[in-house]
């Protein structure tokens, strides 16, 4: 899809059902300048109310965090359906236009069973969330992707015995799934060079837990500047591992923001994580319903991670399933 085309996507279809929903987003934007004016008026009167008594600085906490979620509720219930119907009208739409074939679900994510399979993220979560779960088929590529988040709790105690919990994010960012046509019958990493946890240290431990296979040596140098290969099976690496894929993968990782992108090849799939903090696929509160600017930038984001068939030349079948 062309940006004429899109244009004519937005003004022939999409404007006419976005425009109703612009009353919506301005209640939305209504009742958070109540919520920031009310929750100012609270914090206020709580300290104000705590240097008055001489209580302590957690009683004033107690009525700011009722008071805060209560502002919060009030507000989301607003901007919750605004948000979704946004969502429902402009995604599905461009989905159907760039593949009938293509679905979303808001609300899903990619299955946890899936993430572990991968072998990406080694380390147990404690929160697994996600949304905006789109499948289907790209050419002959079955395809699957969505928001993830994964995280992991820590618990400190302070010289009052109280406890403080914190939550640490482990992966953020697009989970994508693409089927491979070939079962392979070794697993390969393809990491993102010398970070976290699959560092050279992190190499290290993971021999200890069950390891990620040995390190293998590939002849590309840009190649090798962004990423780090393991496999249990050297020769089908390399075999997996094309010059042509290799520099494909390369001008990816370059396109995406030189952000740590690493793949498996693993079962008959190729599981890709593109880190980003990014919320995609959203509206902003700030801006019109029937800005274009906003469906433009949702589109972007979509044609980037479907693209990743074409970009990675997925549909090239140089493997055929046994």
């Known amino acids: 899809m062309n940006a004429t085309e899109l244009q004519t996507?937005?003004?022939?279809?999409?404007?006419?059902?976005?425009?109703?929903?612009?009353?919506?987003?301005?209640?939305?934007?209504?009742?958070?300048?109540?919520?920031?004016?009310?929750?100012?008026?609270?914090?206020?009167?709580?300290?104000?109310?705590?240097l008055a008594t001489n209580q302590e600085i957690e009683v004033a906490m107690f009525p700011i965090v009722i008071g805060g979620l209560i502002l919060g509720a009030f507000f989301n219930a607003k901007w919750s359906v605004y948000r979704k119907a946004y969502k429902n009208e402009v995604v599905t739409a461009l989905l159907e236009f760039i593949d009938p074939s293509l679905t979303c679900r808001p609300n899903g994510y990619v299955d946890s069973t899936k993430y572990k399979t991968s072998g990406l993220y080694r380390r147990s979560y404690d929160r697994?969330?996600?949304e905006d779960h789109?499948?289907?088929?790209?050419?002959?590529?079955?395809?699957?992707?969505?928001?993830?988040?994964?995280?992991?709790?820590?618990?400190?105690?302070?010289?009052?015995?109280?406890?403080?919990?914190?939550?640490?994010?482990?992966?953020?960012?697009?989970?994508?799934?693409?089927?491979?046509?070939?079962?392979?019958?070794s697993k390969t990493y393809v990491l993102a060079d010398s970070q976290g946890f699959f560092s050279s240290i992190g190499k290290a431990l993971t021999d200890k837990f069950g390891g990620i296979g040995d390190r293998v040596a590939l002849e590309d140098v840009d190649f090798e500047q962004y990423f780090?290969?393991?496999?249990?099976?050297?020769?089908?690496?390399?075999?997996?591992?094309?010059?042509?894929?290799?520099?494909?993968?390369?001008?990816?990782?370059?396109?995406?923001?030189?952000?740590?992108?690493?793949?498996?090849?693993?079962?008959?799939?190729?599981?890709?994580?593109?880190?980003?903090?990014?919320?995609?696929?959203?509206?902003?509160?700030n801006?019109?319903?029937?800005?274009?600017?906003?469906?433009?930038?949702?589109?972007?984001?979509?044609?980037?991670?479907?693209?990743?068939?074409?970009?990675?030349?997925?549909?090239?079948?140089?493997?055929?399933?046994?």
Not at 246 to 254: C, G, I, S, T, Y
Request: with cysteine.
């Open 228 to 285: 780090e290969v393991y496999s249990d099976d050297q020769v089908e690496a390399r075999y997996l591992l094309s010059p042509a894929l290799m520099r494909r993968l390369v001008e990816f990782r370059k396109s995406a923001g030189n952000v740590g992108i690493s793949l498996s090849f693993v079962g008959g799939n190729i599981y890709i994580a593109i880190p980003n903090r990014k919320d995609f696929f959203e509206p902003k509160l």
């Open 128 to 130: 697994y969330s996600g």
């Open 134 to 185: 789109i499948t289907g088929k790209i050419g002959k590529t079955a395809i699957e992707f969505s928001e993830l988040h994964t995280e992991y709790k820590t618990t400190s105690r302070d010289s009052k015995g109280r406890t403080t919990t914190n939550w640490h994010t482990i992966f953020k960012g697009i989970f994508f799934i693409a089927d491979a046509n070939k079962h392979f019958n």
């Open 9 to 50: 996507l937005f003004e022939n279809e999409l404007k006419p059902k976005l425009e109703p929903l612009e009353q919506t987003r301005l209640e939305a934007v209504k009742r958070k300048n109540i919520c920031l004016v009310l929750g100012a008026i609270l914090i206020a009167a709580s300290i104000f109310w705590v």
């Open 287 to 322: 801006k019109s319903a029937v800005a274009f600017d906003m469906v433009e930038e949702i589109f972007r984001d979509l044609d980037f991670f479907i693209g990743v068939v074409e970009d990675l030349d997925l549909n090239t079948r140089i493997w055929t399933k046994q």
